[in-house]
C-alpha cells in the first residue's frame, strides 16, 4: 500500500484565543498534563477539552452547538432562564471559551422580551378579573374599559417613565463603560461578543423581579378584592418602586459576577 502520508491530526487551537497548541502535546515526555496554559493570551484549560470538544457539552445552554429544532430552542431558552436566575452559578458553568452564538442571543432577548410582556398583561388582566368578580358589577364605564385594554396594548406611558429610562440607562453602563476599557480588554482577551452575551442575559433578573412583584398583586387582588383596590393605587405604586430599585439593584451584582467569573 503506497504511504499516504503524515498522520491527520486535529488542529488544537487556544479556545480564547486562538492560537495554534498543535506544537506542543508532541513534546511531552514522562507524562500528559491534565491542565495547559496558552502562552499567547495566558488562559488556563484542559486539555481534554481541545482533543475532545464534545466533552464540554452543555444541553441546557441556548448557545450550545447540539441545541437544534425550534423544540428543542424553546426549552433550553426557558432551562437557560431558570440558570441565568442564579449568575453565581451560571457564570461558574458559562466561560468565554465557549463560541458565541449572536443569532442565538438575539433570539433569546426577543423571546424574553417578548415572554415578560405577554406574563405581565396576563397578571394584569387577572388581578382586574378579581376585582371584577368580587364587585359583582361593572365598576368602570365603557371609555375607561377601552382606555384600559389600550394600555394593556401598548402601554407608552410606562414604557417612557423616567424610572424605567433609570432602569435601561443602569443595564446599558457596565457595558459601555467595559467598551471604553479598549486596552484593558484586548489584554484580557476579552472581544465585544462577550460584552454583547452578558447584556443579553442581564435581561433575566429584571424581568423576573418584575413578574414577582405582578404576582404579588395578582394574588393580593384575589385574596382583598375591593379592599385591595381601595388602597391598590398606593400600594401598586410603592411595590413598583420596590420591584424597579431592586432590578437597578442587581444590575451591578449581575456584572459582578460576570467581571470575576466570566472574564476571569
Given at each position: ?92 458553568d458559562i466561560r468565554m471559551e465557549q463560541p458565541v452564538n449572536r443569532w442565538r442571543?438575539g433570539w433569546f432577548a426577543v423571546w424574553w422580551l417578548v415572554t415578560v410582556y ?23 364605564d365603557l371609555g375607561i374599559a377601552r382606555q384600559i385594554i389600550h394600555l394593556l ?112
Amino acid at each position: 500500500m503506497a504511504d499516504s502520508g503524515p498522520e491527520t491530526r486535529r488542529v488544537l487551537r487556544c479556545p480564547r484565543c486562538g492560537y495554534d497548541l498543535t506544537g506542543t502535546p508532541p513534546t511531552w515526555q514522562d507524562a500528559c498534563p491534565i491542565a495547559g496554559l496558552c502562552s499567547e493570551c495566558g488562559v488556563t484549560f484542559e486539555w481534554g477539552d481541545l482533543f475532545n470538544p464534545r466533552r464540554n457539552q452543555r444541553p441546557w445552554f441556548i448557545e450550545d452547538d447540539e441545541v437544534r429544532g425550534w423544540g428543542r430552542l424553546l426549552i433550553a431558552g426557558i432551562r437557560t432562564t431558570l440558570r441565568a436566575a442564579r449568575p453565581w452559578r451560571f457564570w461558574r458553568d458559562i466561560r468565554m471559551e465557549q463560541p458565541v452564538n449572536r443569532w442565538r442571543l438575539g433570539w433569546f432577548a426577543v423571546w424574553w422580551l417578548v415572554t415578560v410582556y405577554v406574563l405581565i398583561i396576563v397578571l394584569y388582566v387577572g388581578y382586574l378579573a378579581s376585582i371584577l368578580l368580587s364587585a359583582m358589577v361593572s365598576i368602570w364605564d365603557l371609555g375607561i374599559a377601552r382606555q384600559i385594554i389600550h394600555l394593556l396594548i401598548w402601554p407608552w406611558y410606562y414604557l417612557i417613565h423616567p424610572i424605567y429610562a433609570a432602569l435601561l440607562v443602569f443595564h446599558l453602563a457596565p457595558c459601555l463603560l467595559l467598551c471604553l476599557l479598549t486596552d484593558s480588554l484586548a489584554r484580557a482577551r476579552v472581544r465585544m461578543s462577550h460584552l454583547v452575551r452578558a447584556s443579553a442575559y442581564a435581561l433575566v433578573l429584571p424581568g423576573l423581579i418584575m413578574l414577582l412583584s405582578g404576582l404579588v398583586i395578582l394574588l393580593v387582588g384575589l385574596f382583598y378584592g375591593l379592599e385591595w383596590f381601595a388602597t391598590g393605587r398606593f400600594l401598586a405604586k410603592s411595590l413598583r418602586s420596590i420591584n424597579l430599585t431592586l432590578a437597578i439593584t442587581a444590575v451591578p451584582l449581575w456584572w459582578g459576577f460576570v467581571i470575576g467569573r466570566y472574564m476571569r
